[in-house]
């Protein structure tokens, strides 16, 4: 069992920039694989990024590529997802989610646990 919780989300221009994190807790000694969702209201959840344990293995929707940067610290259990060049389209929520299974997360994009996410609103 883990536990996630995003922080970061607020209010920004186009053109700007965000930084959201994500505290993980509980059974911490396990090698998560974690991932960063976003959701728009009537929408389905969209996969954004996601990175293995080690940190060497990170991937990107085509969508954020190059705008957005995953990146944890495993010392403090913490996932970031830096957001630069921010558009209007990436007003969502953001969801941070964990997975025991490397090939689940990374192939299949398909993660067992959950934040209770964090907005991001971009005004054009």
């Known amino acids: 069992q883990v536990q996630l919780v995003e922080s970061g989300g607020g209010l920004v221009q186009a053109g700007g920039s965000l930084r959201l994190s994500c505290v993980v807790s509980?059974?911490?000694?396990?090698?998560?694989?974690l991932g960063w969702f976003r959701q728009v209201a009537g929408k389905e959840r969209e996969y954004v990024s996601s990175?293995?344990?080690?940190?060497?293995?990170?991937y990107y929707a085509d969508s954020v590529k190059g705008r957005f940067t995953i990146s944890r610290d495993n010392a403090k259990n913490i996932l970031y997802l830096q957001m630069n060049s921010l558009k209007p389209e990436d007003t969502a929520v953001y969801y941070c989610?964990?997975?025991?299974?490397?090939?689940?997360?990374?192939?299949?994009?398909?993660?067992?646990?959950w934040g209770q996410g964090t907005q991001v609103t971009v005004s054009s």
């Open positions: 989610a964990a997975e025991e299974n490397y090939y689940r997360a990374m192939v299949l994009k398909a993660f067992h646990y």
């Open positions: 509980g059974r911490t000694n396990s090698q998560w694989t």
């Open positions: 990175i293995g344990w080690s940190g060497a293995n990170t």
